[in-house]
């Protein structure tokens, strides 16, 4: 039971709303024509590869020894919780539970989505891993947009209705950009342990004033995808999230930034309700 609730820690459960919110709009989005079996599968491969990114940042971040100094919630390896190996393991169970959903998807719709789902796993793995890890040259936040913002909505929506179109885009933007606004939280919490083991993450690279105006005009655009990229007669729940931002900026100010984390990725999950309400609503 004790190892059950280390890898649970480890597995970060704090940031599954970044995965968890793609599918819920995106379904949502797809109304009447929704699918049941392939939204289920479509959740399935975004929980799979978030915790599967988290294991091998794990991994990969505590054999490096950048976790060493952390100031954030405890890596298993760098902590010596569990031996590097076992959360190896752990990442590739991940993996592995992603690829055959995502195979189920695949099979049941279109052959391009195992292409799209190498690309997720090789972006997943190359995060920290590899001997060039993109994460250590300031690109995590891309990749977090594109995978966990645009492939995640647009994905999820495509296999229920087998279509794409602008809206669903706007919303995979919307997606992503808050999920950017969680890793960039949790970059900012870590600046001064990244630079100091040569970890060049965005935030290393633009500093922290700019980090927060960044932080900052990725949540404006999310809101005002919300309120004014798409006529719904319900746009006015965007505005009940306005508070909820309130509270973080004000946490980030007094420099509380795991508190502010938690509540980012509360608020992306009470974006993906409040739209979804809202897109629910007006498809009658």
């Known amino acids: 039971m004790k190892s059950l609730s280390v890898f649970w820690m480890g597995a970060r459960p704090k940031t599954l709303p970044a995965a968890i919110a793609p ?8 109304g009447k024509e929704w699918n049941p079996t392939h939204a289920l599968a479509a959740l399935i491969v975004a929980i799979s590869l978030q915790i599967a990114v988290n294991y091998a940042n794990d991994y990969s971040d505590g054999i490096r020894g950048t ?12 902590s010596g919780l569990a031996e590097a190996k076992s959360v190896k393991v752990a990442a590739y169970i991940a993996f592995a539970i992603a690829i055959l959903s ?36 300031g690109l995590g936040e891309v990749s977090v947009f594109i995978f966990f913002g645009l492939v995640a909505s647009i994905g999820t929506y495509f296999v229920q209705t087998e279509e794409i179109d602008f809206t669903i885009t706007l919303f995979g933007m919307a997606m992503g950009s808050i999920a950017c606004c969680i890793l960039l939280l949790n970059n900012i919490r870590d ?34 995808i919300f309120l004014f990229a ?3 007669p319900w746009n006015f729940l965007a505005l009940l999230l306005f508070p909820i931002l309130f509270v973080i900026r004000k946490e980030i100010a007094r420099g509380t930034l795991i508190r502010a984390l938690e509540l980012t990725g509360k608020f992306q999950m009470a974006y993906a309700l409040a739209l ?5 609503v007006a498809r009658g």
Do not use: C, H, N
């Open 102 to 137: 995502g195979t189920f998807l695949a099979l049941s719709t279109s052959p391009w989505l195992f292409l799209i789902g190498a690309l997720a796993i090789l972006s997943a793995w190359g995060y920290t891993g590899g001997e060039k890890p993109y994460g250590y040259r």
């Open 23 to 30: 599918v819920i709009v995106a379904t949502a989005y797809a």
């Open 276 to 280: 979804s309400l809202a897109l629910i």
């Open 67 to 78: 976790d060493r100094d952390r100031v954030g919630p405890t890596r298993l390896v760098a």
């Open 191 to 224: 600046r001064q342990g990244d630079e100091a083991s040569g970890k060049r993450t965005l935030t290393v690279r633009i500093g922290l004033q700019m980090s927060v105006v960044l932080y900052s005009s990725l949540m404006s655009l999310a809101l005002a």
């Open 230 to 232: 798409v006529d719904l």
